[in-house]
Structures are given as C-alpha cells and as structure tokens.
Nanobody, 109 residues
Framework: VQLVESGGGVVQAGGSLRLSCAAPRSIFSIMAWYRQAPGKQRQLLALITSGGITNYADSVKGRFTISRDNAKNTVYLQMNSLKPEDTAVYYC??????WGQGTQVTVSS
C-alpha cells in the first residue's frame, strides 16, 4: 500500500493549510499524521479511527483537525493558526507501519 501526501507549501504565520493523504484502496482502521522538524524526532500529531474517534497532541489541539473520507480513501489534516514552529515535513501513516513520503510545510514569520 502506498500513501501519497499533498497540500504542503509555504504559508505565513497565522495562515492555514490542508494536507491530504490518499491511499490506493480502502484505508486502514487507524490513520495518523506525524511531523519531523530538522534535528528532531518524528512526532505524532493526530490520529483517527475508522469510526471517527480522534486524538491530538497538546501542541496542535485546537488548531489542527484530522478527518477522513472513507469513500475517497483519503485522510485530511486541516491546520489553522500556523506558527513558525510548525515548520516540518508532515507524514501520513496507516497504522501500524505504512508511511507516506512526506510533504514539506514551511511557516514564515
């Protein structure tokens, strides 16, 4: 299974982006978004179950929203009120161990 992320880019602080993660077939029960900034460990940001239950890291709670469209085999990450410290490569993951290639998000101050 190959996951393909899209939607990254450069945005000013306070702006928004929506990331998408497309799978070639029915997506897994638990899907998640991670990010990795230079010199830092990969960090879990949000996850969503097949039933729509979500969980968020404290650092993004209230600003980021994970959602899924099972009919389109796609998971989304809506990111609002972006900060320069949100700059990272963002990865989609189908638990337990299938990763996308990542998409760069850069937030300028």
């Amino acid at each position: 299974v190959q996951l393909v992320e899209s939607g990254g880019g450069v945005v000013q602080a306070g702006g928004s982006l929506r990331l998408s993660c497309a799978a070639p077939r029915s997506i897994f029960s638990i899907m998640a978004w991670y990010r990795q900034a230079p010199g830092k460990q990969r960090q879990l940001l949000a996850l969503i179950t097949s039933g729509g239950i979500t969980n968020y890291a404290d650092s993004v709670k209230g600003r980021f929203t994970i959602s899924r469209d099972n009919a389109k085999n796609t998971v989304y990450l809506q990111m609002n009120s972006l900060k320069p410290e949100d700059t990272a490569v963002y990865y989609c993951k189908a638990e337990p161990s299938t990763w996308g290639q990542g998409t760069q998000v850069t937030v300028s101050s």
